[in-house]
């Protein structure tokens, strides 16, 4: 975990509080989450997720922030949206940590350091014919295309700097992209949720079009970018699957002291082309696994 000035008062531009005191973006005040939290992309999945619970104590809505505090099983819960991309994700990451780890109306960091758990659960395209839609696919690591960890002093002390060396050399990266960074789940969470699933290096992408290698109207500055992808192996590693927000997620999490996972439903496969229209019935299937094993 980084290491601050814990005395220092972090001004009012810096940390932007609402006249409730309540966080700017996610509009929460601490007493209002849980320590296990549930993240996913889409504002109308958490529903889908307190669905699940017991009982709802909290429900907060600001922008594509939508939250839902409650029990499952006799386990605190909050499931908190966070809207695509890794620009949402810093946002999210940074405000939790915020709530737990700031006294908000002295703005000074507390002494006691305190940890959450944060699972994103989302969908995915998978990249390995090994891999067919429908099933559920764990992050053993995420690889930023983003550039986002490198606006941080020290990134580098919890980054894989062996595969982001590989992943250049073996993709052949181009010089006026930004550099890759690759951050491990935590591996405890990791061997808890995805007992029975594969694992994989997720590709965190900036887009969903062109860092995707989709194609429309605009031609692909790599085309071949996806297929060096799919081939790159160094050692057990292999990159399973694209999508917009784990890296983000697992290097945020872990300079910051908590504890994050991604589990994605495949709804598609670019390797054999193929997409699941409707998989609603496999994403209740991962939430209730999740919602067990958390």
Not at 49 to 75: L, M, P
Not at 173 to 184: G, I, L
Request: one cysteine or more.
């Amino acid at each position: 975990m980084l290491n601050y000035e814990k005395m220092k008062r972090i001004a009012e531009s810096e940390l932007i509080l609402h006249n409730d005191g309540s966080v700017y973006h996610l509009r929460l005040h601490p007493e209002e989450i849980a320590d296990k939290i549930i993240l996913v992309g889409d504002p109308g999945r958490t529903e889908l997720v307190a669905s699940f619970f017991d009982k709802v104590t909290v429900r907060r809505e600001n922008r594509e922030i939508f939250t839902r505090t409650g029990t499952y099983k006799g386990k605190n819960i909050t499931v908190l949206s966070t809207g695509m991309g890794t620009d949402n994700l810093d946002i999210v990451v940074n405000e939790l940590d915020a709530l737990v780890n700031i006294d908000l109306k002295k703005r000074t960091i507390n002494k006691d350091h305190k940890s959450l758990t944060l699972v994103r659960i989302g969908t995915s395209g998978g990249i390995q014919p090994h891999i067919p839609v429908g099933s559920f696919l764990f992050s053993s690591h995420g690889v930023g295309l983003d550039g986002l960890l490198h606006f941080y002093a020290d990134s580098s002390n919890y980054r894989d700097l062996t595969l982001e060396g590989e992943l250049e050399n073996q993709i052949g990266w181009p010089s006026r992209w930004p550099s890759p960074y690759v951050v491990e789940a935590d591996q405890e969470l990791l061997k808890k949720l995805s007992q029975g699933h594969p694992n994989g290096l997720t590709m965190t992408a900036s887009g969903f079009y062109g860092p995707q290698g989709r194609e429309l109207r605009l031609p692909l500055h790599y085309p071949e970018f996806n297929d060096r992808v799919a081939m790159f192996h160094h050692n057990r590693f292999q990159v399973t699957n694209f999508e917009m927000e784990t890296s983000a997620l697992y290097g945020l999490s872990k300079m910051l002291g908590h504890k994050a996972c991604t589990g994605c439903v495949i709804i598609a496969n670019r390797a054999d082309k193929t997409f699941i229209k409707d998989y609603k019935p496999k994403m209740n299937e991962l939430v209730k696994l999740v919602l067990d094993r958390i």
